[in-house]
């Protein structure tokens, strides 16, 4: 092994001021040419995963604010335009009222209109009602039936 460098171990090196002796053990050469030891490299491994976890929970976090603040955005623009449907829908029932006025009365015109209106709030309603009795409970029921499963399955598995 003469003629490897003085830090490897090995023979009796002369010249540049590294003379070592024969020696089996590893010893740390001078500045940026030591070699890492395995600590060393696991705890660099260590560092640079924690600052990667946590540049990737940074990175996260600015963009989940920049989606919300798109999200609110889009819910507000969202919400305007069902108020201005909400107006475009009281304007067409007064379009109806007038149209009707021209034949009957104003005042039969408008009650025609308003019982109508009525009698669709009250077929819609009734709908919306089966439907939400056909949805049953609002917890998630198969999810909890899945972790019921599990649960058995672990008692079942400490049993033995």
């Given at each position: ?13 002369g ?53 919300g ?11 305007a ?5 909400v107006?475009a ?32 709030a009250?077929?819609l309603?009734?709908a919306?009602?089966?439907e ?24 079942e598995?400490?049993?033995?």
């Open positions: 092994m003469c003629g490897t460098a003085p830090w490897t171990g090995g023979c009796v090196v010249g540049g001021g590294y003379a070592r002796a024969m020696d089996s053990s590893p010893k740390t050469p001078p500045g940026p040419l030591r070699e890492a030891t395995a600590a060393d490299l696991v705890k660099q491994a260590s560092e640079q995963l924690t600052q990667l976890v946590r540049t990737e929970l940074r990175l996260a976090q600015v963009e989940m604010k920049q989606k603040k798109r999200f609110g955005l889009g819910g507000g623009l969202f919400g335009a069902g108020l201005v449907a107006f829908l009281q304007a067409a029932v007064a379009t109806v009222i007038i149209a009707l006025a021209l034949v009957w009365p104003p005042w039969l015109a408008a009650l025609v209109v308003t019982f109508a209106l009525s009698a669709l009250a077929v309603a009734a919306g009602k089966k939400v009795a056909q949805a049953g409970a609002p917890a998630p029921q198969e999810a909890i039936d899945n972790v019921k499963t599990d649960v058995a399955h672990i008692k598995s400490a049993q033995r």
